[in-house]
C-alpha cells in the first residue's frame, strides 16, 4: 500500500485525484470489511457487497467533512458501524411488518 499520509490523501481525494481517490478507497476496505464481520451481518453476499458499497460511498461523500481530530480509520470504522446498525433495524422493521398476528 501506498506510503502517503491519511492527510495528503483525504486533501488530495478532496480535490478530486483520481489516482489517490483509488488509494483511499483501498484504505477504507481494510477497515469497512472487518466492520460488516463484526458487526455479523446476515443476508445474501449480494447484501453485503450493497451495503459495503453504500458505505463506501458515503464515505466519499462525507470526506470534506473529515476534520482530522480522529484517525481516519477511526473515522470510517464509525460511519461503517452506524451503516450496519442503520440496515439492522431496517431488517427488523421489515420482518416486523411480514409477522401475522392470528
Known sequence: MS???????????????????????NRVQTVVM????????????????VLKSQIMEKVLITL??????????TWVYRIAINMVIQHQRKQTVRQDKHVSWN
Open 34 to 49: 472487518p466492520a460488516l464481520r463484526r458487526m455479523d451481518i446476515n443476508g445474501s453476499d449480494e447484501d453485503v457487497d
Open 64 to 73: 470534506p467533512n473529515y476534520g482530522f481530530k480522529i484517525p481516519l480509520k
Open 3 to 25: 506510503n502517503i499520509s491519511d492527510e495528503r490523501l483525504v486533501k488530495a481525494s478532496i480535490e478530486g485525484d483520481t489516482e489517490t481517490n483509488d488509494i483511499l478507497k
